[in-house]
């Protein structure tokens, strides 16, 4: 049963899913290495940052009030 399960499991991901694969230089990026080690949860805290980003460049290019001018 475990192998149909990893057979499904593998299908949907590959449909529905995206891996992607991050390098840290233990030296050179050992303040990036600290911080996510201090994280309960690498993937929802990146997600987290992603998302600011996004809002950040949403409000950026945002059409102005035309009420401020």
Do not use: F, W
């Not at 992607?20 to 949860?41: A, F, R, T």
């Amino acid at each position: 049963m475990a192998k149909n399960t990893s057979r499904i499991q593998a299908k949907y991901d590959a449909t529905h899913c995206k891996h992607y694969s991050l390098k840290y230089h233990i030296i050179n990026d050992e303040e990036v290495i600290e911080k996510l080690s201090s994280v309960p949860s690498i993937q929802g805290y990146i997600k987290q940052l992603i998302i600011a980003d996004l809002e950040r460049e949403k409000a950026k290019s945002a059409p102005k009030n035309s009420r401020e001018e």
